[in-house]
T-cell receptor, first 110, second 114 residues
Framework: GQSLEQPSEVTAVEGAIVQINCTYQ??????LSWYQQHDGGAPTFLSY????GLEETGRFSSFLSRSDSYGYLLLQELQMKDSASYFC???????????FGRGTQLTVWP | DAMVIQNPRYQVTQFGKPVTLSCSQT?????MYWYQQKSSQAPKLLFH???????NEADTPDNFQSRRPNTSFCFLDIRSPGLGDAAMYLC?????????????FGPGTRLTVT
């Protein structure tokens, strides 16, 4: 089966750093993606890790450890506009399918 | 701008009355997906098309059907909507199956069933 677990919510203040963790169990796993979704909006692709290690894109970084079936999204210099839901998503054994975690609601306070 | 377009943005239908949601894309991507997302839940994959090859998820109810008449358009048909089918329906695309990790989503159609 496909299972991705992440915390349901995280809060932080502007300027802080927050880490959203994701653990997964997917057969034939081939990589971990992260998406951002604002209330009422569509999910937007943030990053993808196919290999172990850290990928950095501006204020956002994503990490993957295949041996631990674990990844995280790191958001630095938080801004109010970062308040959104963040989903980790993993590819399963059949190409073309992406399975999403339940999402982490991030609230950034001034 | 290349994009994924969904119409309508809001759809109200009656219990049991067939409804069709539409999606179009100007990205020229080979793969198109339909997801169902209920409040505070993850998007759930219903099916996807790789070109004209239709791939259904095992747990997608028979009540849900899809058509892809050409590269640009894809339709979601709900034959007999129930109250439990009220949700946001998201269409997405990816360039190839191997690129499914990066999907481009439309704004969604919010379906209400009365």
């Amino acid at each position: 089966g496909q299972s991705l677990e992440q915390p349901s919510e995280v809060t932080a203040v502007e300027g802080a750093i927050v880490q959203i963790n994701c653990t997964y169990q997917t057969s034939g796993f081939y990589g971990l993606s992260w998406y951002q979704q604002h209330d009422g909006g569509a999910p937007t692709f943030l990053s993808y890790n196919a290999l172990d290690g850290l990928e950095e894109t501006g204020r956002f970084s994503s990490f993957l450890s295949r041996s631990d079936s674990y990844g995280y999204l790191l958001l630095q210099e938080l801004q109010m506009k970062d308040s959104a839901s963040y989903f980790c998503a993993g590819g399963g054994s059949t190409l073309g399918r992406l399975y999403f975690g339940r999402g982490t609601q991030l609230t950034v306070w001034p | 701008d290349a994009m994924v377009i969904q119409n309508p943005r809001y759809q109200v239908t009656q219990f049991g009355k067939p409804v069709t949601l539409s999606c179009s894309q100007t990205l020229n991507h080979n793969v198109m997906y339909w997801y169902q997302q209920k409040s505070s839940q993850a998007p759930k994959l219903l099916f996807h098309y790789y070109d004209k090859d239709f791939n259904n998820e095992a747990d997608t109810p028979d009540n849900f059907q899809s058509r892809r008449p050409n590269t640009s358009f894809c339709f979601l048909d709900i034959r007999s909507p129930g109250l439990g089918d009220a949700a946001m329906y998201l269409c997405a695309t990816s360039r190839e199956r191997t690129g499914s990790y990066e999907q481009y989503f439309g704004p969604g159609t919010r379906l209400t069933v009365t």
